[in-house]
C-alpha cells in the first residue's frame, strides 16, 4: 500500500471510528444503564462525550498550527482507544463517564486534526472531494451505528462495541505515515495560550452542562445558575483573549463575515440535522404509533442523504458556482423541514418524513463542505489549524444547540397546548407533540430561509480554489 493510500485510509478509519462512537451509545444506552450501577449519571454517557469533543476543537487546532500534526494525530488516537478500553471494563455508571470523556478528547482532536490534515495535504477541488470523503463518513456512521450498534448489543454484549475500536485504531495509527504529513513551519514561538484553553473549556462545559439541565426540566434552578455561570466565564474569556499576543481563537476573525459567516451557516446545518434526529424518532412513535424498527427505516435517509450530499460536493463545484452550490444546501434544509410540515397528524402520508429526512441530511451535507472549504481558503495555510478548530467547535456546539434548544421548545409547547383541544380529538399526547413540532420546525424554516439571504453575502473562494486545482494538475 503507498504512502498516499495508507494516510486516505489511516483518516477515514479514525474519523469513522469517531463518529460511530458517537452515535452509538444513543443506541444502546438503555442496556449500558441496566448493566452498570449509577442511573443518575446516565445523560453524562452522552453528555460527557459531547463536552470534551467540543472543547478540544479548538485547542487541538492551535496546536496543530505549531507541532508535527502527525504526532497529535497519533496521541489523539490513543485517547481514543484508551477511552473505548477503559468504556469496556467499567463496572460502574462514574467510571464508564470518566472513560466517556477521556474517548471524547481523543475523537475531538480526530475530527478537527483529520480535517486539518486532508486540508494540508490536498488543495483545490482534491480538497473538496476528500473532505467530502471525511464527512460521508459521518453519514455511514449515522446509518450503521444505531443498526449495527443495536443488533451486537442484543446478541452479544455490549462491551463488545467498544473493544473493537482498541485493533481498529492500533491500525490507524501505524497507517499514519509522518514523512508524509505535510506540516506548514511557524515563525512565531509564544507561549501556548493555557489561560484561553481554560476558560473556553470552563464556558463550554457549564453550557452545555446547562442545556443538560434543561432538557430534562427547564424550571429548574440550577440549569440557570449554570447558564449565568457559564456567561460571566465568556466574558471573562473574551478580555482575556483580547489582551493575549497569540489567542486560542484569533478574535479579528468573530469580526469578520468571511469567517463568521460560514462557521454560523455550518452551527445552523448542525443543529438541524441533530435536532431532526432526536425529534423525528419520537414524533413518530408518538403521533403515528410506529414500532421502533420502521422509526429506524423512516430515519435512515437522513444520515445517507448527508453522506451523498457531502460527495456530490466536488461534481457540483465543477459545474456551478461555489455560492449557487451553498445555496442548493440551504434549499435541501429548507425544503426537508417543508416537507415534515406537509405531514399532517393522522395522515396517511408519513413517508413525506422519510422523503424529509433524505432532502434535509443531503442539503446539510452540501452546506459543511462549502462553508469547511470556504474556511480553509481564506486563511492562510500556517492558519488552517486554528481556523479549522473554530469550524469544529462551532458544528459541536450545534450538534448540542440544535437538539437541546429544539427538544426543550417542543416539550415547553406540549405542556401548554389546552387540554380541551386534544381530548376533542381524543388524542392529548400525539396531538399536542404534533402541534408542538409543528411550531418549532416553522421556526427552523424562518431560520433556514434568512440563512438563504446570508448566502448572498458569504465569501465566494471559488476563483482560488480552481487556481490552486490548476496549479497542482500542472505540477503533477
Given at each position: ?13 479514525a474519523t469513522f471510528l469517531a463518529a460511530w462512537d458517537s452515535t452509538v451509545v444513543g443506541t444502546i444506552g438503555p ?166 484553553a481554560v476558560l473556553l473549556a470552563v464556558w463550554i462545559t457549564l453550557g452545555l452542562a446547562a442545556l443538560t439541565v ?191 434548544i429544539m427538544g426543550g421548545l417542543i416539550l415547553i409547547f406540549w405542556r401548554q397546548t389546552p387540554v380541551s383541544v ?55
Amino acid at each position: 500500500m503507498n504512502p498516499l493510500t495508507r494516510f486516505q485510509t489511516s483518516v477515514l478509519l479514525a474519523t469513522f471510528l469517531a463518529a460511530w462512537d458517537s452515535t452509538v451509545v444513543g443506541t444502546i444506552g438503555p442496556t449500558i444503564a441496566r448493566h452498570l450501577p449509577g442511573i443518575a449519571l446516565y445523560p453524562w454517557m452522552l453528555t460527557g462525550f459531547m463536552i470534551a469533543t467540543t472543547v478540544v476543537a479548538p485547542i487541538f487546532g492551535r496546536l496543530a498550527d505549531r507541532f508535527e500534526p502527525g504526532f497529535l494525530y497519533r496521541l489523539a488516537i490513543g485517547l481514543f482507544v484508551m477511552g473505548s478500553l477503559g468504556s469496556a471494563a467499567a463496572q460502574n455508571m462514574t467510571l464508564f463517564v470518566a472513560a466517556r470523556v477521556l474517548q471524547g478528547t481523543g475523537a475531538g482532536g480526530i475530527f478537527t486534526l483529520g480535517l486539518i490534515l486532508m486540508g494540508r495535504q490536498f488543495v483545490g477541488l482534491d480538497r473538496v472531494r476528500m473532505q467530502g470523503r471525511l464527512s460521508a463518513m459521518w453519514g455511514l456512521a449515522g446509518v450503521l451505528g444505531p443498526t449495527l450498534g443495536g443488533l451486537v448489543a442484543q446478541w452479544s454484549s455490549w462491551r463488545l462495541l467498544f473493544l473493537i475500536n482498541i485493533p481498529l485504531g492500533i491500525v490507524a495509527a501505524a497507517f499514519v505515515s509522518a514523512e508524509y504529513i505535510k506540516s506548514e513551519d511557524t515563525t512565531s514561538y509564544s507561549p501556548i495560550d493555557g489561560w484561553g484553553a481554560v476558560l473556553l473549556a470552563v464556558w463550554i462545559t457549564l453550557g452545555l452542562a446547562a442545556l443538560t439541565v434543561f432538557r430534562q426540566n427547564f424550571g429548574m434552578v440550577w440549569g440557570w445558575i449554570l447558564l449565568g455561570l457559564a456567561v460571566l466565564a465568556i466574558i471573562v474569556w473574551l478580555k482575556t483573549e483580547s489582551r493575549t499576543v497569540e489567542p486560542l481563537i484569533p478574535l479579528h476573525w468573530l469580526r469578520s463575515f468571511s469567517i463568521v459567516g460560514p462557521i454560523a451557516s455550518a452551527l445552523i446545518a448542525s443543529g438541524s440535522l441533530y435536532g431532526a434526529a432526536l425529534i423525528i424518532p419520537l414524533w413518530v412513535q408518538i403521533a403515528f404509533h410506529y414500532a421502533p424498527f420502521a422509526t429506524g427505516l423512516i430515519l435512515l435517509p437522513l444520515p445517507v442523504g448527508w453522506a451523498l450530499g457531502s460527495m456530490l460536493a466536488k461534481p457540483l463545484l465543477t459545474r456551478f458556482s461555489f455560492r449557487t452550490v451553498q445555496r442548493y444546501g440551504v434549499i435541501g434544509i429548507l425544503a426537508g423541514f417543508l416537507f415534515f410540515q406537509s405531514t399532517a397528524q393522522e395522515s396517511a402520508w408519513t413517508w413525506m418524513i422519510a422523503v424529509g429526512d433524505g432532502i434535509l441530511g443531503g442539503g446539510v451535507g452540501l452546506v459543511i463542505m462549502t462553508t469547511l472549504v470556504t474556511v480553509q481558503s481564506i486563511v492562510s495555510p500556517t492558519q488552517i489549524g486554528a481556523a479549522t478548530g473554530l469550524y469544529n467547535l462551532a458544528r459541536n456546539l450545534g450538534n448540542a444547540l440544535g437538539p437541546g434548544i429544539m427538544g426543550g421548545l417542543i416539550l415547553i409547547f406540549w405542556r401548554q397546548t389546552p387540554v380541551s383541544v386534544a381530548h376533542a380529538i381524543g388524542r392529548l399526547d400525539s396531538f399536542s407533540l404534533s402541534a408542538a413540532i409543528h411550531t418549532v420546525f416553522w421556526g427552523v424554516v424562518v431560520i433556514a430561509a434568512a440563512l438563504l439571504v446570508l448566502v448572498q453575502r458569504m465569501p465566494h473562494p471559488q476563483a482560488k480554489i480552481f487556481t490552486e486545482h490548476s496549479q497542482m494538475s500542472s505540477e503533477s
